[in-house]
Structures are given as structure tokens and as C-alpha cells.
């Protein structure tokens, strides 16, 4: 029998034996998002679920933020940076509207642009420990602006770094 008599003899072709389509829409689905769920809960420091909080708003009520992950900001104290070499640890003190939190930063390195100056704003992330200490694994501190800096030049500061100067080496 060919197709032609299929066709007018009303005959179907036999299925393909497989999955439904219905099943294979509902797989993708699954995995996309199981795969959105694995780049959300993802173990690195940018986690979405850290909470993200000021110096006042944590040491208001410092229990209720005690070892939990935690992002805070608030403004660097001038004169509060001490650095330890064994081992290696950097503390300091941050504050916001009369509340200050000190930090300990386990590391040898931070950032260039951490540096004591006034009206630096750093961001930490870590744990707020119940001696209320903070314990951060990342300082991240904010460079001002272009026009924040040049208002910083006039009143008599020094920029903390030189975009235009020319590296080691270099002529």
C-alpha cells in the first residue's frame, strides 16, 4: 500500500514511540530552573542573599545581625587603619550617623584605593561575630566620583592614585 492509498483509505501511519511533547516542555523547564536556582545560590562573594545593610542599621540592633552573612557600608573612621603583619590582618572602624563598627579583615592584601582619607566609603562582607566585631572576607572601597575628587583636590587632599601617571618602566 502506498501513501496515496494511506491517505484516501483513511489509514494513519504508525506513531514513532518516544517521549510526548508535553513531557519534553516540561524537562526544559526543569532544568532551566534548576540552572537559574544554582546561579543564584552560586558559593562565590556576590551572593544575592546576603543581606545588604549600613553601619547604623546593623549596630542599632547588632544581635539581630549576629552570624549572619552580611554587606555593609558606611564611611572608613579617619586614623582607624592599623595593619598586622603575623599574621596578616588589617583592622579598622567604619561609621554612619553616630553608630561604628569595627572590622578585622584576616587578608595581607586589600584594595589600592583603601587608603585612611576622609569621607572614604567602604562596603564589607562577612559576619557580624558576637564580641561585635565584624569579620569581613571582602573590603570594597569606593572611589569617588571624578567631580567628588576634584572638590577633594581643592579643599587641600591628595588623590589616591594618579589615572595619568605613567607605570614603572614606562616613558
Known amino acids: 500500500m502506498t501513501s496515496e492509498q494511506d491517505a484516501t483509505s483513511g489509514l494513519q501511519p504508525p506513531r514513532k514511540a518516544g517521549v510526548p511533547g508535553g513531557v519534553k516542555v516540561g524537562l526544559v523547564f526543569v532544568v532551566l530552573a534548576g540552572a537559574a536556582a544554582w546561579l543564584l545560590m552560586g558559593t562565590g562573594t556576590d551572593n544575592p542573599f546576603v543581606y545588604s545593610k549600613l553601619v547604623h542599621e546593623v549596630m542599632s540592633k547588632p544581635e539581630s545581625f549576629e552570624g549572619r552573612r552580611l554587606r555593609v557600608e558606611g564611611e572608613l573612621r579617619q586614623g582607624s587603619i592599623k595593619f598586622r603583619e603575623d599574621p596578616c590582618e588589617w583592622r579598622f572602624v567604619l561609621q554612619q550617623e553616630g553608630k561604628e563598627?569595627?572590622?578585622?579583615?584576616?587578608?595581607?592584601?586589600?584594595?589600592?584605593?583603601?587608603?585612611?582619607?576622609?569621607?572614604?566609603?567602604?562596603?564589607?562582607?562577612?559576619?557580624?561575630?558576637?564580641?561585635?566585631?565584624?569579620?569581613?572576607?571582602?573590603?570594597?572601597?569606593?572611589?569617588?566620583?571624578?567631580?567628588?575628587?576634584?572638590?577633594?583636590?581643592?579643599?587641600?587632599?591628595?588623590?589616591?592614585?594618579?589615572?595619568?601617571?605613567?607605570?614603572?618602566?614606562?616613558?
Open 101 to 171: 563598627m569595627p572590622v578585622r579583615f584576616p587578608q595581607c592584601v586589600v584594595p589600592d584605593t583603601f587608603r585612611d582619607g576622609k569621607g572614604l566609603q567602604v562596603t564589607v562582607q562577612g559576619e557580624l561575630g558576637h564580641d561585635g566585631i565584624f569579620l569581613a572576607n571582602q573590603v570594597i572601597p569606593r572611589c569617588p566620583s571624578k567631580y567628588e575628587m576634584q572638590q577633594r583636590m581643592k579643599a587641600g587632599e591628595e588623590m589616591p592614585y594618579d589615572p595619568n601617571a605613567s607605570l614603572p618602566g614606562q616613558s
